[in-house]
C-alpha cells in the first residue's frame, strides 16, 4: 500500500479521493439541505399548530444526529479494530448508506399523511418532522459506521507522516468541492427546479455505486496482514473503553489537548451551520431585496473575497508549516473577526466580507487540527480512538452548537412571515455567539502547542 518512501500507491489514493468525495457529498447533504429540507417541504406553511418549530426541529435533529454518529463509532470502530477487517465495514457501510439516503426521497407530508391515515394538519407536521429525525438517524448509523469509524481509520493506517499533511490537505479541499457539488445541486432542490426527491435518490444511488466499487478497490491495512492470532484474545468491553482509561489520556495528553480545541472549534462551527442556508435563504435573500446580486456592487466584493481567500489560504498553510503557534493564533482570530462581522449585518456586501475572514481560518484550523489529531493517535491502536475523537469532534459540537443557535433564534424577538405563516427563523445573532465560542479555542490550544514545541524539542536532542 505504501512504497519504499513511505508514499502512498496510486490506488490508495484512488480509494482515499473517492470514499472522500462521495462521504463528503452525503455529509454535506445531511448536514446542509436536511434541514432546508424541513424548511421548505414539511415546515412550509410554519408549525401548524404543531409542537415543534423549525428550528426545534433542527436542533433535535442535530443532537440526536451526533448521539447516533458517536455511539456508532464507539461500537462499529472497535468492532472493525477487532474484526481486522475495515474494507467491509467501508464498502457495505457505503452501500446501504445510499440505500437509506435515497429512502428519504419518498419522506413527503402526503404520504406520511396518507400512511398514518391523518387529516388534522398539525398532525402531519409532527409526524413527518419525527419521521425525518427518525431516518436521519438511521441515515447517519451507515455514514458513522463505513465513513467515521471505518473509513477514518483506515486513512490513518494507510498514512504516514510524510504523507498526512498531503492526505488532510486532499481531504479539506475535496470537501470543499463536495460541498461546491451540492449546494450547485442542492440549491435546485430549494429553487424547485428540480424535486428534493430526485436529490436524495440520485445521491443515494451514487454512494451505493461506490460501496460497490470498494469492495474491488479497497485493501485491508497491512498491519491487519501482519497481526498475530494471539491479538483477538483481548476483551471488546476493554476496548471500547479504553480512551476513557486516565492513564491514556495522560499518557495521549497531546492527542486530547487537540481534540479539545476541535471540540470548542466545532462547537463554534456548529453553533449557525445547521441554520445557515435556512438563514441565506430565508432571511438574508428577502432582506436584500431588489439587490441586484450581478451588479458591480456585489461581484468586485465576491470577487476580491474569493481572492484573498484563497492567497490567505495559500499563504497560512505555508506558515503552519514553519511556525505553527503564529499560523494557529491568527487563523483564530481572522475566524473570530469574521464571525463578528456576520454579526452585524444581513447586507449582502457585508456578508460577503465576513465570509473571507471565517472562511481562512476554517480552511486552515479544520487541516492542521486533522493532521495533528491523526499524528498523534497511536497508531496500533487506531480502531480504539475513534469513538474518542467522535464525542469531541461531532458529538459535544453537535449538540451544544445547535442549542446555542436555536437559543438564538429564539431570543432575537424577530419572527418572520413566510408564505403567510409566521416562523421563527434564525437570525444574525447566531454568528455572535459562535464568535465566543470560537474566542474560547485558544485555552487548549495554546497547551497544545507549547506541549507540542517540547515535543518536538526532545525528538530533536534525541
Known amino acids: 500500500m505504501k512504497n519504499k518512501n513511505g508514499q502512498l500507491s496510486k490506488r490508495v489514493w484512488a480509494g482515499i479521493l473517492l470514499f472522500m468525495f462521495m462521504g463528503s457529498l452525503a455529509w454535506n447533504v445531511e448536514n446542509m439541505y436536511f434541514n432546508t429540507f424541513l424548511n421548505d417541504m414539511v415546515f412550509d406553511q410554519g408549525s401548524m399548530g404543531s409542537s415543534l418549530t423549525l428550528t426545534d426541529a433542527v436542533n433535535i435533529m442535530v443532537t440526536l444526529s451526533a448521539i447516533t454518529a458517536a455511539v456508532t463509532t464507539f461500537i462499529m470502530g472497535t468492532l472493525s479494530e477487532k474484526m481486522k477487517n475495515r474494507k467491509v465495514f467501508i464498502s457495505f457501510g457505503y452501500i446501504a448508506w445510499g440505500i437509506v439516503t435515497a429512502i428519504f426521497g419518498l419522506i413527503t407530508k402526503e404520504n406520511v399523511a ?6 388534522d394538519n398539525a398532525k402531519i407536521v409532527t409526524v413527518t418532522a419525527w419521521i425525518v429525525i ?44 463536495a460541498m461546491g457539488v451540492i449546494m450547485v445541486v442542492g440549491s435546485l432542490a430549494q429553487g424547485g427546479v428540480i424535486s428534493y426527491s430526485s436529490f436524495f435518490i440520485g445521491l ?17 491495512p497491512q498491519k491487519f496482514e501482519n497481526a498475530k492470532k494471539e491479538e483477538k484474545n483481548t476483551s471488546y468491553w476493554a476496548d471500547l473503553f479504553y480512551g476513557f482509561r486516565p492513564s491514556v489520556v495522560k499518557e495521549n495528553s497531546n492527542l486530547y489537548l487537540i481534540l479539545s480545541s476541535g471540540c470548542l472549534f466545532n462547537c463554534a462551527f456548529q453553533v449557525f451551520f445547521p441554520y445557515l442556508f435556512i438563514y441565506l435563504g430565508s432571511v438574508v435573500i428577502p432582506a436584500n431585496e431588489g439587490v441586484n446580486f450581478l451588479s458591480a456592487g456585489v461581484i468586485i466584493p465576491a470577487v476580491i473575497a474569493i481572492v484573498a481567500m484563497v492567497v490567505g489560504i495559500i499563504f497560512f498553510m505555508n506558515l503552519a508549516g514553519k511556525n505553527k503557534p503564529l499560523a494557529f493564533i491568527i487563523c483564530v482570530l481572522l475566524l473570530v473577526a469574521g464571525l463578528l462581522i456576520m454579526s452585524t449585518t444581513k447586507n449582502i456586501v457585508g456578508v460577503i466580507v465576513g465570509v473571507a475572514p471565517t472562511l481562512i481560518g476554517y480552511i486552515v484550523i479544520t487541516t492542521q487540527f486533522a493532521a495533528n489529531v491523526r499524528d498523534n493517535i497511536p497508531q496500533d491502536k487506531v480502531g480504539l480512538f475513534q469513538g474518542i475523537r467522535m464525542i469531541f469532534l461531532v458529538l459535544i459540537p453537535m449538540v451544544v ?4 443557535g436555536n437559543i438564538a433564534a429564539k431570543n432575537s424577538d424577530v419572527t418572520y412571515m413566510e ?44
Open 401 to 404: 452548537g445547535p442549542t446555542l
Open 134 to 177: 427518525v431516518m436521519d438517524m438511521i441515515m447517519t448509523f451507515m455514514g458513522s459506521t463505513s465513513n467515521d469509524s471505518a473509513f477514518n481509520a483506515w486513512v490513518t493506517d494507510v498514512t504516514t507522516p510524510e504523507s498526512t499533511p498531503k492526505v488532510e490537505t486532499a481531504f479539506t479541499f475535496m470537501g470543499f468541492i
Open 114 to 119: 396518507s400512511l398514518f391515515g391523518l387529516t
Open 419 to 462: 408564505n403567510g405563516a409566521e416562523k421563527v427563523l434564525p437570525t444574525e445573532v447566531m454568528f455572535l455567539y459562535a464568535a465566543v465560542v470560537a474566542a474560547l479555542i485558544f485555552i487548549p490550544m495554546l497547551a497544545f502547542l507549547k506541549k507540542d514545541k517540547e515535543r518536538v524539542l526532545k525528538e530533536k536532542n534525541n
Open 204 to 220: 443515494g444511488v451514487f454512494v451505493t455505486i461506490v460501496g460497490v466499487i470498494g469492495i474491488f478497490l479497497l485493501d485491508n
